[in-house]
């Protein structure tokens, strides 16, 4: 993913932005046009590198949003401990507007959609035998990226209504510089799906480390997860399963965890390497004696959830420095942070055939059984919809899935209802300031 010197990338993103930073000394770059930096097919490539390393920033899919979705549903199974006041107060659900992290996502989240927006306004200069795939990894990044601004920014679909609830500006244009008012839940989540469909027309099941047709799948099935359209999800599940299929593979447990380079069932993660990008996963999850902060503990209510004997539930390691306990998912600050694993699309297609009755690609004990024997559990002949959605809750804990769930099943976290103000980012107020057009969430003021 991170092939090109990272300055050659900021150099190309700052073209393609047009704008001008303090930390930066391009001279003179407010001269220097967007036709310039996107000519030719080669620099709208290295942009597409570039999409691809904003996407995998600290404060995005670098680990921050990940995070920050299981310390809002941390509902008394995780803890945290650290000195950093932005992401205590998303644990504590005391956000204001503010925050340093929630503006964060704000602005890298629209950094990243800009990118995007900038390459498909120049594919007509891409070689025609490359447009349908830069287009295809293009909107995946600008539809996962909108995907998570609207899971966080926007109230839950579950709440009903999604038509005239607010969710976030659709920026469609590059470097738009107008008041855009936010646009309904609804069409946000249309946009995304036209962007995600596409994706997968056009991607191949296997693309190296870059966006595939089962990641774009994959985030297309978590998208009708959300909408409760389960047979959307698994549908989309069962499609991008279809296509993983000699390509991905469950791989051990422990197997599919900090790991330098893709296991066979990583769908997508983002990369690090010693030289470049970063894993903020290991930097708030790991012990100091791994090179984290040692900021989240797992609590006792979590970790007896695991029956006994599964794997999954000795998966976590007792900190020698302070006694606390902690996942062993996130050890190694320069492994790649992995976002989609294919245990997670046998999930979705469990749960969603289960609940419309069907067994489309597979039955729904057999799709669980698949996850469970993984981690060295007798089958279960005979799952009801709990035990499904609590396989998923052990399977994929700590990877960024908990805030989202709970706000879907229409549950609870930490005394909050899954429609409450206080699990929804407030617009940061500095984006207020600049567009007045932009209506603040229930709870946060005017």
């Known amino acids: 993913m991170k092939n090109i010197k990272i300055y050659s990338i900021l150099f190309l993103s700052f073209l393609v932005l047009g704008s001008c930073t303090d930390q930066l000394d391009l001279n003179p770059p407010q001269d220097i046009d967007n036709s310039i930096a996107l000519n030719s097919d080669a620099n709208v490539k290295t942009v597409l590198i570039g999409a691809y ?10 680990g921050n949003t990940q995070r920050n979705s299981e310390l809002l549903g941390a509902d ?3 803890q945290f401990s650290g000195t950093f006041g932005d992401p205590s107060d998303i644990w504590r659900k005391e956000m204001t507007v503010i925050n340093g992290d929630v503006a964060d996502l704000w602005l890298d989240g ?4 800009n990118i995007a927006n900038n390459i498909l306004a120049s594919l007509e200069v891409v070689n025609e035998e490359d447009q349908a795939l830069v287009e295809a990894e293009s909107r995946f ?3 996962l990226m909108y995907f998570e601004l609207v899971l966080f920014f926007g109230p839950s679909y579950a709440e009903g209504s999604p038509s005239s609830l607010p969710g976030v500006p659709l920026v469609t244009e590059p470097n738009n510089v107008d008041p855009v008012e936010r646009a309904s839940v609804q069409a946000v989540y249309d946009f995304i799906i036209d962007d995600l469909e596409f994706a997968i027309a056009n991607l191949p099941a296997e693309n190296g480390v870059y966006a595939n047709s089962v990641a774009a799948g994959a985030i297309l099935s978590r998208v009708y997860l959300q909408m409760a359209d389960y047979a959307g999800a698994r549908d989309a599940a069962n499609a991008a399963l279809t296509a993983a299929n000699g390509v991905y593979d469950l791989t051990t447990f422990a197997g599919a965890f900090n790991n330098q380079s893709n296991s066979i069932e990583d769908v997508f993660s983002i990369q690090v390497t010693t030289q470049d990008g970063v894993n903020n996963m290991q930097l708030f999850f790991a012990a100091s004696s791994f090179g984290g902060r040692g900021d989240i503990e797992i609590q006792q209510k979590h970790l007896d959830m695991y029956e006994a004997g599964d794997v999954r539930g000795s998966f976590f390691y007792t900190d020698a420095a302070t006694g ?6 996130w050890t190694d600050q320069f492994a790649n942070v992995t976002y989609i694993r294919l245990a997670e699309l046998y999930l979705t297609r469990a749960e969603a055939n289960f609940r419309e009755g069907t067994a489309i690609g597979d039955t729904p004990a057999n799709d669980l059984n698949r996850i469970r024997g993984r981690a060295g559990l007798l089958p279960n002949l005979t799952p009801t919809l709990n035990d499904i959605l609590m396989e ?3 399977e994929l804990a700590f990877e960024g899935h908990s805030i989202h769930d709970i706000k879907r099943l229409q549950g609870t976290t930490d005394g909050f209802a899954y429609d409450a103000n206080e699990l929804v980012f407030p617009i940061p107020d500095r984006e207020r300031n600049i567009n007045p057009d932009l209506r603040q969430n229930d709870g946060y003021g005017n």
């Open 53 to 62: 390393d904003a996407l995998s920033d600290g404060d995005l899919f670098g």
């Open 76 to 78: 008394d199974e995780l």
């Open 110 to 113: 629209y950094n990243t959609i």
């Open 141 to 143: 990044i600008r539809g």
């Open 324 to 329: 606390d306990t902690r996942t062993s998912k």
């Open 392 to 394: 998923r809750k052990l």
